[in-house]
Structures are given as structure tokens and as C-alpha cells.
Antibody, heavy 118, light 111 residues
Framework: QVQLVQSGAEVKKPGASVKVSCKAS????????INWVRQATGQGLEWMGW????????GYAQKFQGRVTMTRNTSISTAYMELSSLRSEDTAVYYC???????????WGQGTMVTVSS | QSVLTQPPSVSEAPRQRVTISCSGS????????VNWYQQLPGKAPKLLIY???LLPSGVSDRFSGSKSGTSASLAISGLQSEDEADYYC????????????FGGGTKLTVL
């Protein structure tokens, strides 16, 4: 079945970086964009950016410009989101989600909890 | 503060009908499609409505969406206990280089 499976929980210190993976299966990985959305505990959804797995083109929310990098490895149908200069406010569940440009996110990963704590 | 405005909570009795509103502006809802997501406790969001009023395969027709101008609504009829969840609206926003914006979410309680 079509699914996105994310890497496991991470605990990082302030100032460090985290890299979360998102492995696609059940469809052609390069045919749909991958978006990243995060959710702090008890809070709403916040879009971080998108990546086109075919071209590698990316678009980031202004809030994360300069701190986020989205990449992919097409040989293993996996997308990555790396967030640097972590601070406590980055503690959240990070989701990857499939979607065409400006279209709905129809498949979501299970989420990856990232905790930033000294 | 979310770009799209939703009521924080709504509640209704089983078998009744409830609507959740989502208010935006000309740069997002007024010019782009609205999608709705359902998030059950402890789970990832799930696509509920896309392109304003379309249901993905497998989603119950008790759910419906509509849009007028810069506002959108999600309606749920025949409420069931399993509908208790958080509901989020989302739309593409044309400002800057373009980005997705979400509502703050609405917690639905089935009394």
C-alpha cells in the first residue's frame, strides 16, 4: 500500500542539527512532492517546506529559510529534512506528507518526535 | 497566530450536525482551494476534504466541504463518537514565494 515511513525519535542539544528521513513505498517516489509539517505538543500544524523528488527543487517557509534543508535519495525512495541550530522551540513532531504542487497532502508519515533539551 | 482562523472548539450531540468555519483572505482561501484534515488523538493528520468540497476515496459522505469568498466550512452530519478529533483547514497562500497556511485547528467534542 502507499505509505511514508519516518525515522525514529531524536533527542538533541540546543545548537545541534537533526536529520529526519521519510521512506516512500507503494508509488513512484519521483511523481509527487514531499512536504514537511511540524506540530509542537498541544499546538497546530505548521508547514516547513516542499521538495520535488524528481528535480530536487525545494521551497521553504520564510520562517525556516537558512535553517532547513530538504534532500532526497531517489535510489532508495527516501526524502530527508535537516534542521540546524536547534532550539527548545523546535521540540515537536515532524511529519512528511505527499502532495502535488499546491494540491492536498494525501498521504502522511507517522511522525517523528524531535526533542531539543540541554 | 494562524493565518487561517478557526474556532478553537465545537461540540454537539451524537447524530446531530456540526459545522466548522475557516476564515482567510484573498491571498489564500479567496484565490486557492481549501483542504481539510482530521487528526485523531495521537495520530497523524488524515486528508478529509480537498479542492474545497471533494471527498477522497474511503472518506464517509457524512463529511462535506464548502467555500464562499474568503471563508470555508466543514460540515459533519450524523455525528458519531469516533468523529471526536482535531480538524484543520489549509490553503496555499500566494504571498511572498507562496506557502501553505493552516488554521489553528478546531477540537470537536461529541457530547
Amino acid at each position: 500500500q502507499v505509505q511514508l515511513v519516518q525515522s525514529g525519535a531524536e533527542v538533541k542539544k540546543p545548537g545541534a542539527s537533526v536529520k529526519v528521513s521519510c521512506k516512500a513505498s507503494g508509488y513512484t517516489f519521483t511523481s509527487y512532492d514531499i512536504n514537511w509539517v511540524r506540530q509542537a505538543t498541544g499546538q497546530g500544524l505548521e508547514w516547513m517546506g516542499w521538495m520535488n523528488p524528481n528535480s530536487g527543487n525545494t521551497g521553504y517557509a520564510q520562517k525556516f529559510q537558512g535553517r532547513v534543508t530538504m534532500t532526497r535519495n531517489t535510489s532508495i525512495s527516501t526524502a530527508y529534512m535537516e534542521l540546524s541550530s536547534l532550539r527548545s522551540e523546535d521540540t515537536a513532531v515532524y511529519y512528511c506528507a505527499r502532495g502535488d504542487p499546491r494540491a492536498a497532502f494525501d498521504i502522511w508519515g507517522q511522525g517523528t518526535m524531535v526533542t531539543v533539551s540541554s | 497566530q494562524s493565518v487561517l482562523t478557526q474556532p478553537p472548539s465545537v461540540s454537539e450531540a451524537p447524530r446531530q450536525r456540526v459545522t466548522i468555519s475557516c476564515s482567510g483572505s484573498s491571498s489564500n482561501i479567496g484565490n486557492n482551494a481549501v483542504n481539510w484534515y482530521q487528526q485523531l488523538p495521537g495520530k497523524a493528520p488524515k486528508l478529509l476534504i480537498y479542492y474545497d468540497d471533494l471527498l477522497p476515496s474511503g472518506v464517509s459522505d457524512r463529511f462535506s466541504g464548502s467555500k464562499s469568498g474568503t471563508s470555508a466550512s466543514l460540515a459533519i452530519s450524523g455525528l458519531q463518537s469516533e468523529d471526536e478529533a482535531d480538524y484543520y483547514c489549509a490553503a496555499w497562500d500566494d504571498r511572498l514565494n507562496g506557502n501553505w497556511v493552516f488554521g489553528g485547528g478546531t477540537k470537536l467534542t461529541v457530547l
